[in-house]
């Protein structure tokens, strides 16, 4: 028996890792320098382009933020069975934003009301009102 190369060793590699079908992957450097596909952009030129692309007069999709409180801003308010139909959150949710969130926002007070016959109603008053 003789010497056993790399080669023998694992047999689906020839040297230094390249498969024996002669199609290597390449050395490093070109690793790195080959481009594949589009060529990157720079942050500014993708805003410029953001910029550009977008027609005017268009607005923006509201966040789910100003949904909640375009609901609790409603002479009725709210219960958290229509914010969770609007927002498409499960109740906790609900809960926690109007704990975490709205409840912290400056000038705004959160004022909870209990009907006797029918939900718990959410809904948001100036501060100095």
Do not use: C
Request: proline letters at 6%; zero cysteines.
């Amino acid at each position: 028996m003789g010497r056993l190369t790399p080669a023998d060793a694992l047999p689906g590699l020839g040297a230094v890792g390249t498969p024996r079908n002669g199609r290597g992957v390449g050395t490093m450097e070109t690793m790195m320098t080959k481009r594949i596909g589009q060529p990157k952009q720079s942050g500014n030129a993708r805003a410029a382009k953001a910029r550009t692309a977008a027609p005017r007069g268009r607005q923006r999709p509201q966040t789910k933020k100003q949904i909640a409180v375009s609901l609790l801003q409603r002479s009725k308010g709210a219960s958290i069975a229509e914010m969770q139909r609007a927002m498409g959150w499960q109740a906790h949710s609900v809960r926690g934003f109007l704990a975490a969130t709205v409840k912290k926002m400056p000038g705004v007070i959160l004022v909870s009301e209990k009907a006797e016959n029918g939900p718990r109603r959410y809904r948001v008053e100036a501060a100095g009102a």
